[in-house]
């Protein structure tokens, strides 16, 4: 069997271990279960990649076989020499930190404390590297006392946790790359990252939609860029775009109102080999507080922006605090309206769109998830930020989805792509909503493009090419005169069929019609007098 099937095998048992010791104590589909479950995993994998480093660094440990008793023989001076020549994205742990120390000591009275102190102190000597920030200033820590979740038997939790976690390394993992990563990740909060009724929606987007946005923003090498995120979530449109240009070749920035989202995000840095990034991880509200500045106070601008901002949000009570002169330029088209009846249905998401368009610098590019509806309303805030993307010449092009896509939401989505250079003049618009297969996943029906579609639309939109009903290529004067409409269907051309026929059969297909009309006519009457024959009687009632 192939090594990364193994490994990948193995993860995932692993994963399912844990969630086993979760429901043995009561915490299965807990709302807890998620932090317990992600921390416990994080920890791990930290004290793996230790141990990995460590044993690159220093031949003596990579012979030992037990590379935690090897180390008890060094000193204090040269133990933090090897730490301080380990990579920054490693965290620096002392003997008392390994999971064989806390399996060695499990018999230890309130062994719960003893766990719960040693995830605290791994936190705190890694504060600086490993903490997400608020807009506020506040720093999130790695880990929490994951303990307080269990009501009995605290002791017996953490000591089945620490037994699961003894038997499996990730030493032999760490040579993989992105693609297992990815599966990894997904597998891990695949339980958790869902939209449960909170105020943004935190669910999972399509490792498909994600690979297609970057594999269209990414179309030659780039170096020392920065990519962003408004509405984060736990990454996934980051982590693709980061891959594509390169993890050594780019700094992350995000920022997303919910901490659930920020941690996910965070794991997942780590995972893939961008903890250099981890810093620029802000829990907080984009819209009314974004964080990210240049040295001069003014909003930092971005080389890429990726985003799946929520649709719909109750905004109301902050809609208000945008309506600012320092706003006016940001949010150009204004602000929506609150529904009255339904303030929850209240259309969030071009906001995000014109903060996007603000924050691109003079070459920047970005994907943008969207309702399909935005690409051709005809009046609004969504009509003003059309006409700006062609007026301004950054409209790259438009992929419409098929429909779900999304197997959460029955929402028709389109990629909207912006390029400030735009150095190609032209636009493409695709409709790709007939590609796919419908597959069930759990309750909900869901459409998964098989990757020879992916690969479709990629190269086809790179390519700037026109494909009879699947894509066409357009200026901006050809858009100015369907009134701004993105939707790759109104530029298509009608098609008309001519058939030759004698004098003789086309008057008798005249004939048919004639008939089938008089038929028509006929019935028509006839429902017209039981109409007004019903009328009258209710009248008379």
Known sequence: ????????????????????????????????????????????????????????????????????????????????????????????LQPEHYISW?????????????????LLDIARLNTDIFSVKTDGGEKIMLFENISKYVIDKRDDFCRAIVNKLVNFSFEGIFSEKFDFFATIFEYLIKDYNTNSGGKYAEYFTPHAVAKIMAACLVTEEVKNVTCYDPSAGSGT???????????????????????????????????????????????????TDP??????????????????PPFKLDFSDYVEDLNTKENNTRFFAGTPNVPKAKPEGMAIYPMFIQHIMYLLSAKGQAAVVVPTGFITAQSGIERKIRERMVEDKMLRGVVSMPSNIFATT????????????????????????????????????????RPE?????????????????????????????????????????????????TAEEFETKMRGFQKNLDRMFAESRVLETEIQKQLKELRYE
């Open 1 to 92: 069997m192939n090594t990364t099937i193994i490994f990948e095998k193995q993860t995932k048992t692993l994963i399912d271990d844990l969630k086993s010791v979760c429901a043995n104590y009561g915490l299965g589909n807990d709302g807890n279960e998620f932090k317990i479950i992600t921390q416990v995993f994080l920890y791990k994998f930290l004290n793996d990649k230790f141990a990995y480093e460590i044993k690159q660094i220093d031949p003596v440990i990579a012979k030992a076989e037990h590379w935690e008793e090897a180390l008890k023989s060094y000193s204090k001076e040269d133990y933090e020499m090897l730490l301080m020549q380990m990579s920054e994205s490693t965290a620096r």
């Open 102 to 118: 806390l399996f060695e000591n499990q018999n230890q009275p309130k062994f719960a404390d003893v766990f719960d102190q040693t």
């Open 237 to 287: 449109l980051l982590m693709n775009l980061a891959h594509a240009i390169g993890e050594d070749k780019c700094t992350i920035y995000s920022q997303d109102i919910s901490q659930k989202s920020s941690n996910l995000l965070r794991l997942n840095l780590i995972l893939n080999n961008l903890v250099h990034s981890i810093p620029n991880v802000i829990k907080g509200n984009t819209l």
């Open 291 to 308: 964080y990210h500045r240049d040295k001069d106070g003014k909003l930092k601008q971005f080389d890429f922006i990726v985003s799946n």
């Open 410 to 449: 029955g929402t028709n989505v389109s990629i909207l792509f912006l390029d400030r250079a735009n150095t190609k003049g032209d636009i493409v618009l695709m409709d790709a909503s007939k590609l796919g297969i419908t597959v069930k996943e759990g309750k909900n029906q869901k459409t998964v493009l």
């Open 453 to 501: 579609e992916e690969d479709k639309i990629i190269s086809t939109f790179n390519a700037h090419q026109a494909v009879e009903d699947f894509s066409v290529v357009v200026s901006y004067d050809d858009i100015r005169d369907k009134n701004y409409s993105f939707s790759a269907g109104q530029y298509f051309d009608v098609k008309i069929e001519y058939v030759d026929i």
